[in-house]
């Protein structure tokens, strides 16, 4: 019946905010309605260097590569970045052939180098992860195209293994697309809401006002507003623990790079089509990457600058970007640029299409997948009946990998929360992308 339906509100429009909405819809038994103020249909990682991107840089989800190759620390995040390939395998469906065929999720063959001196813990917990990839092997060798010219950094291990990649310029825009084909409300909101209270209001003021038949007023609320949560009146005591971590990339065009059949290992049902490369440093952090995109587009990046919120490009980290992957990946520059300068692979010669810079949603004490309490609650409610509220929110540099299995994690919370039965962590409707 129509008025045992549930009304859920999401607040934020990145990944963890609409991979929330999505599992809730698929319940079937919830009317999902999602605020914010940056949405997946504003433009973002077209912008070039010298004109302001229209998405800013606290939106994270615009601005990620983004890979899944899980660096989980715990069990947890494990179990979130093991779920969420579960589900990105399913929504990507068999691997097709030609241009035409690239979706928004993006089969890689993937190369993750450890650097030297790496230690037993890392080397242990990255065998432990990393299984989940299909085709995973280990080997000191470098597949091509990375070995291509023997000038690789010095490293201690090297993992190989399929996985997909999120190509975010189409991914985030179609779980919009399909949060409102599953009936969902969207609602933008001209302004950040400085609380959630203030949310809530404005949802329940639309319903109402437009009188959505069977709708009723909010009686779950997820907080998913990533480095705005730091705003909302009903954080202010988690607000110290927020910080940006400015990542700056580079959007490079090398369809060349393509492997073929033939020389290349893109056999196994996965039928990667584009090299990638990740490296973690002897400090455990990922300094260099190549993500690729659809139509042989590279995500380069990149780096890490903990409470940095400049958000304009560096033209002096372009450039050290460049020369990282330029000293691996000569390939990144055509021949022909390369032979015309005299075998030399120059960063003058990539071919840029962007330079994007993001803020990741850093969190001291990591992120955060939990009930609110009863405080939180009834402030939300307002004078009227409680609202329950799951936070959900501090995801780093990884929540588009933790995305789908912290969405489920928050929908189990809430479902209990509101009485409903809790499910199993399965996507049943949405079954493509
Ligand atoms: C350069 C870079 C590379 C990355 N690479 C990867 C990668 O390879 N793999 C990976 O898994 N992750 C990667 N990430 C991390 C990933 O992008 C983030 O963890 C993820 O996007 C966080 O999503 P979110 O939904 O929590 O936050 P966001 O994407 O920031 O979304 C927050 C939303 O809340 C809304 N909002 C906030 N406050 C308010 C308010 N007061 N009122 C209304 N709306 C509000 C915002 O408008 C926005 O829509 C990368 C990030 C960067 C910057």
């Not at 940056?38 to 973002?44: G, H, N, Q, V």
């Not at 990105?88 to 691997?95: C, E, S």
């Not at 993006?106 to 030297?116: D, G, S």
Request: glycine letters at 10%; charged letters at 25%; proline letters at 7%.
């Amino acid at each position: 019946m129509a008025s045992e339906r549930k009304h859920i509100l999401v607040i934020g429009g990145g990944v963890i905010g609409l991979s929330l909405a999505l599992t809730m819809q698929d319940a079937g038994d919830c009317d999902v309605s999602l605020l914010s103020t940056c949405l997946p249909s504003d433009p973002s990682s077209s912008a070039t260097s010298s004109a302001p991107p229209p998405s800013p840089a606290h939106y994270a989800s615009a601005w990620a590569g983004a890979h899944h190759v899980s660096s989980a620390m715990n069990e947890r995040e494990c179990r979130w970045d093991r779920e969420t390939f579960d589900v990105i395998k399913k929504l990507a469906g068999p691997a097709g052939q030609g241009e035409d065929a690239e979706g928004p999720l993006v089969w890689v063959r993937q190369t993750e180098l450890f650097a030297n001196p790496v230690t037993t813990e890392a080397e242990r917990r990255a065998q432990e992860v990393l299984e989940m990839y299909p085709n995973h092997a280990q080997s000191r060798e470098l597949p091509q195209p990375w070995s291509a010219e023997g000038r690789a950094p010095p490293f201690d291990a090297a993992h190989h293994f399929d996985t997909l990649d999120f190509d975010v310029p189409r991914y985030l825009p179609a779980l919009q697309r399909q949060f409102i084909a599953q009936g969902g409300r969207l609602l933008r909101a001209p302004s950040p809401v400085t609380s959630i209270r203030e949310a809530v209001e404005i949802c329940d003021g639309d319903v109402l006002g437009k009188r959505r038949a069977g709708w009723s007023r909010v009686q779950g609320v997820f907080v998913a507003t990533g480095l705005g949560t730091a705003e909302l009146s009903e954080m202010k005591e988690d607000r110290a623990n927020h910080f940006p971590v400015r990542g700056q990339t580079v959007l490079v065009s090398a369809p060349w790079l393509e492997l073929r059949g033939d020389d290349d290992d893109c056999s196994g049902p996965s039928r990667p089509r584009w090299p990638a490369l990740s490296r973690t440093n002897s400090c455990g952090e990922r300094d260099l990457y190549l993500i690729p995109r659809s139509r042989g587009q590279y995500i380069v990046g990149g780096t890490r600058l903990v409470g940095d919120d400049d958000p304009r490009p560096r033209e002096e980290t372009t450039c050290e970007i460049l020369a990282r992957a330029l000293a691996i990946c000569p390939g990144l520059v055509r021949e022909d640029k390369r032979r015309a300068a005299g075998g030399q692979a120059r960063g003058e010669d990539v071919d840029i299409l962007a330079v994007n810079v993001g803020f990741r949603p850093g969190r001291k004490g990591g992120p955060v997948v939990q009930a609110a309490g009863k405080d939180m609650s009834a402030r939300a409610g307002g004078q009227g009946e409680d609202v329950q509220v799951v936070l959900a929110y501090g995801f780093g540099g990884y929540g588009y990998q933790n995305s789908w299995g912290a969405a489920f994690e928050g929908r189990d919370i809430m479902r209990e929360q509101l009485g409903l039965p809790v499910m199993s962590h399965v996507l049943e409707r949405l079954t493509s992308l």
